[in-house]
């Protein structure tokens, strides 16, 4: 499980552990941004410093969420969330049963995003196509969640955890809503003999064009 902060000035934090300082045995909270940062992706802060309170009473950083990988028990929760745009006539238990026969579900590894209070309200599937090469596929927000950028800030956050295996990695999605979210995250729209599935939107992060191995893995979405 991993905790995302919200600093004093607003910007999101990914807490990825606390680590112990090889000298004094300090705790030190280390963290990765979940925003583009010229300097550098991961940080670290004194344990003291990084929970302190400021003036007012406000804390340093404040916790809005955490990221954790589905159980099984969570399943039929959060696979519910995206009945109303998947469920293709079928009723609610059909739609969640299908997926135990669903290949991309039981090769993926599903994230969500969890408030502090315990409440689900966003998951995604994420599919390890190859060595370097991640689709994220069947992100869906709590009906009475969306528009509130729970959905942007879990891509980001499963993004940066991947990328501590990883720096290199390279991501690829199909985008149903407009592309122009997922370029905030570094996502570009693929050229258009690849754009097989319109009105969704084949992306990938970097700049080179994607090999033939690569396409056939873009093809296995649908």
């Not at 060595?131 to 596929?137: P, S, V």
């Not at 927000?141 to 879990?154: A, C, D, N, P, S």
């Not at 905030?184 to 969704?200: D, I, T, Y």
Request: one cysteine or more.
């Amino acid at each position: 499980m991993w905790i995302i902060y919200r600093h004093t000035k607003g910007m999101l934090y990914l807490k990825i552990g606390t680590a112990l300082h090889s000298e004094s045995c300090e705790p030190h909270e280390v963290y990765r941004t979940l925003y583009n940062n010229n300097l550098s992706s991961l940080w670290m802060r004194p344990y003291e410093m990084f929970h302190e309170e400021l003036a007012m009473g406000k804390l340093r950083f404040t916790e809005v969420g955490k990221v954790r990988v589905v159980a099984p028990q969570d399943e039929a929760t959060v696979l519910a969330f995206g009945y109303d745009a998947w469920g293709q006539g079928a009723s609610l238990a059909e739609y969640i049963a299908s997926y135990a026969q669903d290949r991309n579900h039981i090769r993926g590894l599903r994230y969500l995003f969890e408030l502090p209070g315990g409440e689900i309200v966003a998951n995604l599937n994420t599919l390890r196509f190859a060595r370097g090469l991640i689709g994220i596929a069947s992100l869906s927000v709590h009906l009475e969640h969306r528009r509130k950028g729970y959905g942007t800030t879990l891509v980001r956050a499963v993004m940066e955890l991947l990328r501590l295996e990883d720096p290199q990695v390279r991501f690829m999605l199909f985008s149903e809503v407009d592309p122009k979210i997922y370029e905030k995250l570094g996502f570009n729209r693929l050229s258009s003999e690849v754009q097989l599935h319109l009105p969704s939107v084949a992306m990938a992060t970097g700049s080179e064009p994607l090999s033939e191995q690569d396409l056939l893995f873009l093809k296995e979405y649908f």
